[in-house]
Each structure stands twice: as C-alpha cells, then as structure tokens.
C-alpha cells in the first residue's frame, strides 16, 4: 500500500467565480486508491496540474463530501507552493465497539488504509462526490 494522495479537477459546469480581489475555483477530488493509507499531517493535495489563473497556492480551500453518512470533515493546509498542500481527514469515531461514545473529530490514525472499516472510504463512492472551492488572490 501507497500513501493516499488527492487530485482535483476544475469543474466543467461551474466556471470560476471572480470577484475584484479573488477567483474561486470549483471542482472535484479523485483519491488515488481506497487501498492506499492516510499519513499523519494530511494527504497531498496538488494544484500544479490544474490550469489555474494563478501560479500561487490558494489562500483558502474548502473540501466537502456529498456522500450520504460518511461523518468526515477535511481540513486544506497550505503548502509552501501548489504541489504540497495537505489535507488532513478528521471522523468522528467510536472508542470501542459498535455505538460506544465518539471522540471529537480527531485526525485520522497514521498507516489507516482508507477502505479500513473504521473510515470506510470507498473511491467509486466517493467518485465526484467529494467537492473543492479553492481560492487565490487574483493576479498572483
């Protein structure tokens, strides 16, 4: 098993929204495999693939997931270029067993394969249904 990494594509139906100071782009993100496993820290995100208007990272990506039930929230954190930000994965999971308490949303445990049945990450699933907004100043 890999590392998981995550890859955006820009949205065909919503072009790029641009306001005086910002362009907010929209897409989808691919997971690489279901087999792969989630590293402490978070999951590279790259933008360098992406035609972007901008060669700087975004001030600001926001990531949800439209599959029904998963529990999962994503966190962008910014890289020092657009091939290195992360996303960290946090769940809401049980302490032990089935319905015992939750913990509140901590990160997902190192070397947990994403298609662990604690996170159940299913790339066909998932597939276009797990949304970005990635934000960059205009004319950087």
Request: contains cysteine; charged residues 15%; glycine residues 10%.
């Amino acid at each position: 098993m890999a590392t998981a990494t995550f890859t955006p594509t820009l949205s065909t139906s919503a072009p790029p929204d641009v306001t005086d100071t910002y362009v907010h782009y929209f897409g989808t993100l691919a997971i690489s495999s279901a087999t792969d496993t989630y590293a402490t820290g978070g999951l590279v995100c790259s933008f360098a693939g992406v035609k972007l208007d901008s060669s700087a990272t975004p001030t600001d990506v926001r990531v949800w997931d439209e599959t029904a039930g998963i529990g999962l929230t994503y966190q962008y954190i910014k890289g020092s270029n657009l091939t290195n930000g992360k996303l960290v994965i946090r769940g809401q999971y049980p302490d032990s067993g089935i319905g015992a308490g939750r913990f509140p949303l901590p990160e997902v445990a190192n070397a947990l394969a994403l298609n662990d049945a604690t996170l159940a990450i299913d790339t066909a699933a998932t597939a276009g249904k797990l949304k970005f907004e990635a934000i960059f100043r205009k004319g950087k």
